[in-house]
Every structure is written in C-alpha cells, then in structure tokens.
C-alpha cells in the first residue's frame, strides 16, 4: 500500500532555478507553492531527466499545481523576483511503501 510522502523544493529568491528533486516513485503528485513573497515562480518536469517543461500555470500567489505526467525530476523555477521568501513542497503517494 502506497503512503503519502513530502518533498521540499528549492525557491530561488533571484530570477534562477531551484534544485530538482528526484519524484519518480511519486503518483498522484502535487507542488505547493506558498509564503508570503512578491515574485512569480514555474513549476517544471522531466522525463528524459534533462529537457525540462511548465507543469501548469505559473503562480504570482500561493497555490497548488497538480503534476499529471509521470516525472523524473521537478524542478521550481522563479522566473521574476520582487521580494519575499517563496516556497514549495511536493506530496505525492510513494510506490515502494508496503
């Protein structure tokens, strides 16, 4: 039986990409963007686990973007940056619990 797992995601607080973090073993996978902050930020996927794409719409407030494609790596881009503090964490239910 599958359990709910958390994984935190780097928010750059510059115009940057945040670290990926390894999301395979992930279904039913969703990014929480939240904190109080001025900037607009991009969740981003890979499959082949270099070409990265948008996952959803990019959010200016805090929010939840569901990530439907089976994924690799997700990735948090902050494509401006005003001020404040993002941050992200993705759940997801992991497949190799028993």
């Given at each position: 039986?599958?359990?709910?797992?958390?994984?935190?995601?780097?928010?750059?607080?510059?115009?940057?990409?945040?670290?990926?973090?390894?999301?395979?073993?992930?279904?039913?996978?969703?990014?929480?963007?939240?904190?109080?902050?001025?900037?607009?930020?991009?969740?981003?996927?890979?499959?082949?686990?270099?070409?990265?794409?948008?996952?959803?719409?990019?959010?200016?407030?805090?929010?939840?973007?569901?990530?439907?494609?089976?994924?690799?790596?997700v990735r948090v881009r902050?494509?401006?940056?005003?001020?404040?503090?993002p941050k992200a964490v993705l759940a997801?239910?992991?497949?190799?619990?028993?």
């Amino acid at each position: 039986m599958a359990r709910p797992e958390k994984v935190r995601l780097e928010v750059k607080q510059a115009v940057d990409v945040g670290k990926a973090e390894h999301v395979f073993r992930f279904r039913d996978k969703h990014v929480q963007v939240h904190g109080t902050f001025v900037a607009t930020v991009q969740v981003e996927a890979t499959i082949d686990g270099s070409d990265y794409f948008p996952v959803g719409a990019a959010l200016s407030a805090p929010g939840v973007v569901a990530v439907p494609e089976t994924a690799e790596f997700v990735r948090v881009r902050t494509t401006a940056y005003v001020s404040g503090e993002p941050k992200a964490v993705l759940a997801g239910f992991d497949e190799r619990a028993v």
